[in-house]
């Protein structure tokens, strides 16, 4: 017995811990603990990369399991850094924890879904920087092409031919990595997308539970007229979200959405005596004309809502600005709106106005919009 708590002892004395590798993220953004499988090269790359995108990423790599895990470890690492994104990415779990505005908790949830999967820890870091940023990590590539020295002689037509029969070759491999990495993107974004609008259809599937039994007793027809449009709605959206892919029809399950959540509005006012409010009108893709050299992307514009005070306990809240900016981003995916994100949502609510939201793969932590957020998961194979 007193063997194993020697051996354990010592393990616990060779593992790094938050404080010792704060010194090398303030230098150089990133960890790697030794006997991990991670290069210097491509994590240096990756937090080029989010840097490129507008944010402060700290990537943290070890070769031995945090007790608690990798999110409890990013977040004691983020306690000392005191700002930005911490990544950590550990022999069986990836976590993150974040304080910062640039990327949302739906964006960083996304990030550690496409990366569980990596075949190795370079494979998990670049998986996670490419889904959250939608552009490639420049990995690196061997720079062996052409022979060894000339033994003299040779005819410079075909030293030529070689050139260029090698710039042809690299052209064509640049073209199938971005068409690879822009795919690549535009399914995490997708992925993204009917995350957050999943937790969304669980608040309104919520709702229309609670609000069942009470509809029930007011024997009132347009209370039941609306309280059946909202369930018939839920219904059409749960059966298209998992099969559309076009950004505008993607923009017309949002409407659905708020279409059903205005739906429990209206039969809720009802029961409660208050005015009912005025059915939303859908939101549109605004995109600069060509000829006026604008370089801001598209935009996404949501009327106004006429506001409407839902009772406390109510969990669902129309579709804002967190389903825009996925929206957004995948306009620039498939090359609508700029190789990066540059669009905007305009209009319409912000992300929990006017009712709670549920949890899921992050938690948030802090008063307002400026909390601490956090997630991970379980590394797959």
Do not use: C
Not at 302 to 311: E, G, L, N
């Amino acid at each position: 017995m007193k063997r194993v708590l020697l051996a354990i002892g010592a393990l616990t004395l060779l593992a790094a811990n938050p404080g010792e590798v704060v010194a090398d993220l303030e230098a150089d953004g990133f960890y790697i603990e030794s006997g991990s499988n991670a290069s210097a090269e491509v994590t240096g790359a990756a937090v080029a990369e989010a840097g490129f995108a507008g944010g402060r990423l700290y990537i943290v790599v070890l070769s031995q399991e945090p007790v608690s895990g990798a999110t409890f470890f990013a977040d004691a690492v983020l306690d000392e850094l005191g700002s930005g994104t911490v990544l950590t990415v550990a022999p069986e779990t990836v976590g993150y924890s974040s304080d910062e505005q640039t990327w949302t908790a739906a964006n960083l949830d996304g990030a550690i879904n496409a990366s569980l999967d990596g075949a190795s820890d370079d494979d998990v870091v670049v998986r996670f920087v490419e889904s959250l940023t939608g552009d490639a990590v420049d990995e690196g590539s061997d720079s062996g092409a052409g022979g060894g020295d000339s033994a003299g002689g040779g005819s410079g037509a075909i030293w030529f031919l070689v050139f260029l029969g090698g710039m042809i070759a690299l052209f064509v491999y640049l073209r199938n990595r971005s068409q690879k990495t822009a795919t690549s993107a535009r399914a995490a974004r997708l992925t993204e997308f009917r995350a957050a609008a999943q937790e969304k259809l669980d608040a309104i599937a919520n709702d229309i539970l609670e609000m069942e039994d009470e509809v029930s007793m007011a024997d009132n027809p347009e209370v039941q007229q609306h309280y059946n449009s909202a369930s018939a709605k839920y219904a059409e959206v749960i059966d298209k979200i998992t099969t559309a892919t076009d950004p505008e029809a993607l923009l017309d399950l949002t409407h659905q959405l708020d279409i059903a959540i205005w739906e429990l509005d209206v039969a809720e006012a009802y029961l409660d005596g208050k005015p009912p409010p005025k059915k939303p009108e859908p939101p549109k893709f605004e995109r600069p004309e060509p000829e006026q050299g604008a370089t801001s992307g598209p935009t996404i514009t949501s009327p106004t809502r006429s506001q409407y005070d839902r009772r406390p306990q109510r969990q669902s809240s129309p579709a804002g600005s967190d389903l825009g900016s996925i929206l957004l981003a995948l306009l620039a995916a498939r090359g609508m709106g700029g190789g990066r994100y540059s669009g905007r949502w305009t209009g319409g609510p912000g992300p929990g106005s006017g009712g709670g939201s549920r949890g899921g793969g992050s938690r948030r932590f802090g008063g307002g919009g400026g909390g601490r957020i956090r997630g991970g998961g379980r590394r797959g194979g």
